[in-house]
C-alpha cells in the first residue's frame, strides 16, 4: 500500500478532544464566553476577549458565508498535491466567528466572496483513526 | 542623561542569487565582515548579536560560529520582519546603554537546498496547537496572500492588472541593478500571464527564492565620528503584530503596518509626503499593495490606482524597492535585512545606476509571516 500522508491531520489535545469528538459525531462546535457573551474560534480555555475561563462549548448552525478564498493550484506537499485545483477559504459563520477551510461540491472557479455555504464532514485516516474534518459547500 | 542617537554605521549583502558552493553560516560571516568593514570596525567591537534562523538556540550557534561572545543577543523570529524588529530592539539597547555596536547578520540557502531536495517547496506545518484547525486545508504561504488580494479585488475593485504593476515596477528597477537575479523587462501581461499559483495570484507576483544574506552593523552616536561613511540615523522605529492563525486575521485588506507606521512616522516627526524612496517587503505583489494604504502613502483601498503608471519606478513618484526587491533581486526566505541595506545605500548616495536623486529620508517597512507581523523604520541623513 501506498504511504499516505497524515502531517496534516489535527492532533487533537486536551482543549480541543471535545471538538473533534463532535466533529466525528457530524457536529461543528464552537465556543462561547460566559462573562462577557463573546463567541470565538478556534476554540481554547480561556475567553480571548475578557480572558475569563468560564467558557462554553455550544453547537454552530453550520451556515455561513465565504469571507474570502483563492484556488490553489500549486502545492508540492502530499496530499494536497494530489488534491490541485482545491479552494481554500475563509467562512464566516452566522454566529460571527470566522473559520480557515475548504469549499467543496463546487467548480472552484465559480466559488465568491459572499457565496453562502453549509458545513459538511470530509471522513480521512490516520491508521485505524478515522478523523472528519470540516469542510463546506454551497448552501 | 540623553538617550544616545542611534546610526546604521555599515550594510553589506553576501553574495546571493544562486550560491551553490557556501554554507548558511559561511554567508553568514561572509556578509557580517563586508558590513563591519563597510563600518570601519572590527568583529571584536561587536558586543550585540541580532539574528535569527529555522534552527533552534540561532543566535547561539551563529554567535559560536563567528567567534564572538557578545553581551547583548537578540534571536526575535517574527519572519521576514524580524529585521525590523531588530532595528527597533537595537535602538532601544543602544539608547540605553546596553551595547554600543549591533550586528544584525543574516543567510540562507534556500534555494540550492531546494535543488539539492533537502528541503520541499511548500512548509509542512504539523497540525497541532492552533495548526490543527488550519493544516488540513493545504492553505499554503501564497494561499494566505492570496486570500488577502480576493478580498481587496472584492471590497475595493482592485484588478489584478493592478497587481502587476508592481512586479513590473519592481522588474523595471531590479534592471538597473546588475546583482539582481532577474533583469528582463516584463509587461503586466506577462505577469497575469502566467501560471496561476494561487488565484488571483501568478507566478509572476510571487517573490523568487535565492541563497544569501547580509549585515547591518548599528552603532551609538558617540561612534559615528570614526566611521568611514555617512551616518543613517534611525529616526523612528516601531513594531507591531496580528495574527498566526489566519481566521484570526480580523480585515484581510489592512496589514499592521498601519500600526507601527503610525508609531514610527510619529516617533521620526516625518510625514509619508517627505519619504524621497521606500523599501517595504514585497513577498507577493498584494503585499506591497496592503503596505502602501498601511503606511498612508495612499488611503484604504486606493492601492490599485496608485500602482499604476509606474508610481513605484526609481524614476517614478515614489521610488520603492529601488534594487529589485524580493520580486526580481533576491529573496532567501526573511528578506527583511535587505530592505535596509538598499535603503542605507539609497540614503549615503552609493546606490549606483539606480540612485534616487538626493535622498534623504527613507522609510523602510518589514512584513513577516502572512501580514501576521510589521516593522517600520524611519531612516535619515544630515
Same mark, same amino acid.
Given at each position: ?97 470566522r473559520m480557515t477551510s475548504n469549499i467543496e461540491g463546487v ?33 | ?51 535569527? $534562523? ?12 563567528? $567567534? ?17 524588529? *531588530? ?25 540550492s537546498d531546494l535543488k539539492r531536495k533537502i528541503r520541499s ?130 480585515? *484581510? ?62 524614476? $517614478? ?20 535585512? *535587505? ?13 549606483t545606476g539606480r540612485q534616487v536623486r538626493d535622498a534623504k ?22
Open positions: 500500500m501506498p504511504k499516505v500522508a497524515t502531517w496534516h491531520l489535527p492532533v487533537a489535545d486536551l482543549e480541543t478532544k471535545p471538538y473533534w469528538d463532535a466533529t466525528a459525531q457530524g457536529t461543528l462546535l464552537i465556543k462561547e464566553c460566559h462573562a462577557c457573551g463573546h463567541v470565538f474560534f478556534y476554540p481554547r480555555n480561556h475567553c480571548p476577549s475578557c480572558w475569563s475561563t468560564d467558557t462554553t462549548w455550544r453547537e454552530a448552525s453550520g451556515r455561513g458565508t465565504v469571507y474570502t478564498f483563492t484556488v490553489v493550484y500549486q502545492n508540492d506537499l502530499p496530499p494536497f498535491r494530489d488534491r490541485i485545483p482545491y479552494v481554500v477559504a475563509i467562512v464566516e459563520l452566522d454566529e460571527g466567528v467548480t472552484p472557479e465559480d466559488v465568491r466572496c459572499g457565496m453562502p455555504v453549509q458545513v459538511g464532514f470530509r471522513d480521512e485516516q490516520r491508521g485505524d483513526e478515522t478523523i472528519a474534518i470540516p469542510i463546506f459547500r454551497p448552501a | 542623561m540623553a538617550r544616545r542617537k542611534v546610526a546604521i554605521a555599515g550594510v553589506a549583502e553576501s553574495r546571493f542569487g544562486e550560491v551553490p558552493d557556501a554554507t548558511a553560516l559561511q554567508l553568514h560571516q561572509e556578509g557580517a565582515a563586508l558590513a563591519l568593514a563597510d563600518a570601519g570596525l572590527k568583529p571584536s567591537d561587536v558586543d550585540g548579536l541580532f539574528s535569527c $534562523g529555522a534552527d533552534i538556540m540561532h543566535p547561539l550557534i551563529l554567535g559560536e560560529y563567528l $567567534g564572538l561572545r557578545p553581551g547583548y543577543v537578540d534571536g526575535t523570529q517574527v519572519g521576514g520582519s524580524s529585521w525590523e524588529f *531588530f532595528v527597533h530592539h537595537a535602538v532601544g539597547a543602544i539608547e540605553a546603554g546596553l551595547c554600543d555596536v549591533a550586528l544584525l547578520n543574516y543567510a540562507t540557502t534556500s534555494r517547496a511548500n512548509v509542512a506545518i504539523e497540525a497541532r496547537g492552533p495548526a490543527q484547525f488550519e493544516s488540513a486545508y493545504g492553505h499554503t504561504v501564497i494561499g494566505r496572500h492570496a486570500m488577502a488580494a480576493t478580498r481587496h479585488m472584492f471590497e475595493f475593485g482592485t484588478t489584478q492588472e493592478q497587481l502587476a504593476e508592481i512586479a513590473v515596477a519592481m522588474r523595471a528597477n531590479a534592471s538597473r541593478n546588475p546583482l539582481a537575479m532577474y533583469r528582463d523587462p516584463i509587461t503586466v501581461e506577462d505577469v497575469v500571464g502566467s501560471r496561476a499559483i494561487c488565484s488571483p495570484l501568478h507566478k509572476l507576483d510571487c517573490c523568487i527564492r535565492s541563497d544569501g544574506g547580509g549585515a547591518v552593523v548599528l552603532v551609538a552616536e558617540d561612534r559615528v565620528k570614526d566611521l568611514p561613511s555617512k551616518p543613517v540615523w534611525v529616526l523612528g522605529a516601531a513594531e507591531a503584530t496580528s495574527h498566526h492563525t489566519m481566521s484570526e486575521w480580523q480585515d *484581510f485588506t489592512e496589514s499592521p503596518a498601519r500600526y507601527s507606521a503610525e508609531r514610527a512616522f510619529g516617533r521620526a516627526g516625518v510625514k509619508p509626503s517627505e519619504i524621497d524612496v521606500l523599501e517595504v517587503y514585497d513577498s507577493f505583489t498584494i503585499t506591497v499593495l496592503l503596505t502602501l494604504e498601511a503606511l498612508g502613502f495612499c488611503g484604504k483601498g486606493e492601492g490599485g490606482p496608485f500602482v499604476e503608471g509606474g508610481r513605484l519606478t526609481i524614476d $517614478g513618484d515614489l521610488p520603492t524597492n529601488t534594487d529589485g526587491g524580493g520580486l526580481s533581486s533576491n529573496h532567501p526566505g526573511m528578506r527583511g535585512i *535587505f530592505l535596509i541595506i538598499e535603503a542605507a545605500r539609497q540614503l549615503r548616495g552609493e546606490a529620508l527613507a522609510a523602510v517597512n518589514g512584513t513577516g509571516g502572512w501580514f501576521s507581523s510589521t516593522g517600520t523604520l524611519i531612516l535619515g541623513v544630515d
